[in-house]
C-alpha cells in the first residue's frame, strides 16, 4: 500500500470497527524526520539548519547553507501500546500488547548553485504506525460472528515523502523558499479476522510546501513554513463488510501543516530554539469511496505541537541537545483500541561528535508518554483503557563539501 493507503487504512480500520482508529502521532502524522531533530523534540527544526535535514521543516532553510550538504539517517521507533480493563458485551476481555518497532530512514542533499539560489532533494517519512493483536483476538467472548476481533486486527501503515526544492535568498535578512512533494503510502488493514474488513491499497498524490526566513543576524533568525497535503486516492485490495471494492478508490483527505520557529543563539556555548506547529486534522472530516461508499464518519480536530529546547557548544568536538515539546491529539470523541491516541509529552536529548570540520555523526534520543484513553466502540459494545508510549532512537551521519 501506498502512504495513500496507509491513511485510508487507518481510517477503514475506524470504520470497519464502527468507530474511529488514529496512529501513533497525532492523527496520521509521524515525527521521524532526523536524529538531530529528535534530540531537541524538533524544536526550532526550520531555522537552525545545522545540516541538510533542516529542509524537512522549512525549504528556505536551504539558503543559509554556502557549500553542498548531506545528510542521511535512521529513526528506530520502539512502541508500547497496551490495551487494559478491556470488556466485550460486559464480559472481561484479556489485555493486549499492540505495539513494535519500525524504522523511519531519511536523506537529505542541499546545492548550492551561487550565493543567492539553492536546490535541494529529499526522502523521508511523514505518516506511519503499526498496532497488531494476536489472531483470534477475545475469541472466547465472541457472539456469533460478532467479536472483540473487529475492533482489533492488523494497522500496518507505511510512507515516502520525495521532496524537490528551492531557495532563494533576497537580501542578508529574508530568504524564501519552496518545493513540490511526491506522496506515496502503503499498508494493510484487517479486521475479524480479514473477515469484515481485508485491505491492501496504495497511491501516489502531489502537494506542495513553501517557507521564509528572517534572519535579524547571524545569531536570530525566524521561520514560516505551510505544507499543503493533498487528498489521496489509493486502490488495490478493498473488501469491506463483505462488499467487494476493487473497482473504487479509497478518498482521503489529508491535513495542511503550518510552522513557526526560532533560533537564538545567547553566547558562545548556548542557544534555545522554538517551535509552533498547527495541523488541520479538522478537514479529514470522513472517509469514503471515490463510488460514493461511505467508510466512516469523523470528527477530528485541529492539533497542535510546541516545542522548546536549547544547543550547548561544548567544544570543538561535541555539541549537546535536548528538548520538550507538547503534542496534542487530533482524536475527539471518537476513540479506537487499534491505533490509539492521546496528548503526548516528549522528552528529549541528543548530541553531535564532529569527526572533522566536514563530518558530524548525531545520535537523537526521545521517550515519548502517552495518557490513559478511555474508549468506547460501537456505542459501548466494546470499553476499554488505551495507552501509547515510544522510544525513539535516532542515529545520522551529515557531511558538508
Same mark, same amino acid.
Given at each position: ?24 502521532? &497525532? ?40 557549500? !553542498? ?26 489485555? &493486549? ?7 523511519? !530512514? ?16 529529499? *526522502? ?64 494493510? #488493514? ?39 497535503? !493533498?487528498? *489521496? ?11 467487494? #471494492? ?7 483527505? *489529508? !491535513?495542511?501543516? &503550518? ?54 557548544? *561544548?567544544?570543538?568536538?561535541?555539541? #549537546? ?46 521517550? #515519548? ?14 470499553? &476499554? ?17
Amino acid at each position: 500500500m501506498n502512504k495513500k493507503q496507509i491513511f485510508t487504512r487507518s481510517v477503514i480500520t475506524v470504520a470497519i470497527a464502527l468507530a474511529s482508529s488514529q496512529t501513533m502521532a &497525532a492523527g496520521f502524522q509521524l515525527n521521524a524526520q532526523s536524529a538531530t531533530g529528535l534530540g531537541r523534540a524538533f524544536s526550532g527544526d526550520g531555522v537552525i539548519a545545522d545540516n541538510a535535514s533542516t529542509m524537512a521543516k522549512n525549504a528556505a532553510s536551504m539558503a543559509l547553507f554556502d557549500a !553542498p550538504a548531506l545528510s542521511l539517517g535512521v529513526i528506530a521507533i520502539d512502541t508500547d501500546v497496551n490495551v487494559k480493563n478491556t470488556t466485550f458485551l460486559g464480559k472481561n476481555v484479556d489485555d &493486549a500488547s499492540i505495539g513494535g518497532t519500525s524504522y523511519a !530512514p531519511n536523506i537529505y542533499y542541499i546545492q548550492p548553485i551561487n550565493d543567492k539560489f539553492s536546490v535541494g532533494a529529499s *526522502l523521508y517519512s511523514n505518516f506511519g504506525t503499526k498496532t497488531e493483536f494476536k489472531d483470534g483476538y477475545g475469541k472466547n467472548q465472541a457472539l456469533g460472528p460478532i467479536s472483540p476481533d473487529l475492533f482489533g486486527g492488523l494497522t500496518d501503515v507505511k510512507s515516502v515523502n520525495l521532496g524537490l526544492s528551492a531557495a532563494y535568498r533576497i537580501n542578508q535578512h529574508f530568504s524564501v523558499g519552496g518545493g513540490l512533494d511526491i506522496i506515496h503510502g502503503s499498508g494493510k #488493514l484487517q479486521r475479524g479476522n480479514a473477515q469484515a474488513a481485508n485491505i491492501d491499497a496504495d497511491g501516489l498524490a502531489l502537494g506542495y510546501n513553501l517557507g521564509a526566513i528572517y534572519e535579524l543576524n547571524q545569531n536570530n533568525r525566524f521561520g514560516l513554513s505551510y505544507r499543503y497535503s !493533498p487528498t *489521496l486516492k489509493a486502490e488495490g485490495d478493498i473488501s469491506y463488510k463483505g462488499h467487494n #471494492l476493487n473497482n473504487e478508490k479509497l478518498v482521503l483527505p *489529508l !491535513p495542511d501543516i &503550518a510552522e513557526f520557529s526560532g533560533f537564538n543563539k545567547l553566547n558562545d556555548k548556548f542557544a534555545v530554539h522554538y517551535s509552533i506547529q498547527w495541523i488541520r486534522w479538522s478537514e479529514f472530516d470522513k472517509l469514503e469511496t471515490s463510488g460514493g461508499t461511505a467508510i466512516n464518519q469523523y470528527n477530528w480536530q485541529d492539533s497542535w505541537h510546541y516545542s522548546i529546547g536549547g544547543t550547548y557548544y *561544548l567544544n570543538n568536538d561535541w555539541t #549537546l541537545r535536548a528538548g520538550y515539546m507538547h503534542d496534542t491529539s487530533a482524536q475527539g470523541d471518537i476513540t479506537s483500541i487499534s491505533v490509539p491516541d492521546s496528548d503526548r509529552n516528549w522528552l528529549s536529548s541528543g548530541f553531535s561528535y564532529h569527526v572533522d570540520s566536514k563530518s558530524t555523526i548525531d545520535f537523537g534520543l526521545t521517550y #515519548l508518554i502517552g495518557k490513559d484513553v478511555d474508549v468506547k466502540e460501537a456505542s459501548g459494545l466494546l470499553k &476499554a483503557t488505551t495507552r501509547a508510549n515510544a522510544w525513539l532512537y535516532g542515529l545520522q551521519y551529515s557531511r558538508s563539501f
